[in-house]
T-cell receptor
């Protein structure tokens, strides 16, 4: 059973467009939600993260929107660039569970020039 | 400030051999997590260690796999008698610890294990 469900599996966006990736979770005990970016052959790199006490967090072109009642959170990449082409993973963790990350299956993003 | 280091980056083992994967956390970090990534899949938690202690090994197979994080030196993930199904990318992540609300985990470049 996938505790964190991520969609879409793949996404193609034109340069300058907005990329939107969604995640949904079941366990209401999750209290930390990071997004990671991974390039082929590399390790995941922490992009941005949010706690459930805020509904939105923005860092540069990356924004997380969080909907606690719907148990959903999403990553928005504004002004998408070819260099953003990578696989994006959402994850979640719980303080009482040693903060081990539970991962979505990833979204492969391709930004066309 | 050096990031998380893992070696080797690539490791090829024949079935039945042992694989040793090493991870040096970021300076000042004393907590290490190991994750496994199978092709076309997300990452799966394996084990969480602090210096000289295994805190949570709930994601690690009961047989053939072990991990340690000694007082001195890197964390080691050891796989004995490897099988083809162990072929995957293994990542470690370091964290400053759970105190003070530090939740971030920073990942190394991974070790890609191929079992032939």
């Amino acid at each position: 059973q996938q505790q964190v469900k991520q969609s879409p599996q793949s996404l193609i966006v034109q340069k300058g467009g907005i990329s939107i990736i969604n995640c949904a979770y079941e366990n209401t005990a999750f209290d930390y939600f990071p997004w990671y970016q991974q390039f082929p052959g590399k390790g995941p790199a922490l992009l941005i993260a949010i706690r459930p006490d805020v509904s939105e967090k923005k860092e540069g072109r990356f924004t997380i929107s969080f909907n606690k009642s719907a148990k959903q959170f999403s990553l928005h990449i504004m002004d998408s660039q070819p260099g953003d082409s990578a696989t994006y993973f959402c994850a979640a963790s719980i303080a009482g569970n040693n903060r081990k990350l539970i991962w979505g299956l990833g979204t492969s993003l391709a930004v066309n020039p | 400030n050096a990031g998380v280091m893992q070696n080797p980056r690539h490791l090829v083992r024949r079935r039945g051999q042992e694989a040793r994967l090493r991870c040096s956390p970021m300076k000042g970090h004393s907590h290490v997590y190991w994750y496994r990534q199978l092709p076309e899949e997300g990452l799966k938690f394996m084990v969480y260690l602090q210096k000289e202690n295994i805190i949570d090994e709930s994601g690690m197979p009961k047989e053939r796999f072990s991990a340690e994080f000694p007082k001195e030196g890197p964390s080691i993930l050891r796989i004995q008698q490897v099988v083809r199904g162990d072929s995957a990318a293994y990542f470690c992540a370091s964290s400053p610890g759970l105190a003070g609300g530090a939740y971030e985990q920073y990942f190394g470049p991974g070790t890609r294990l191929t079992v032939t």
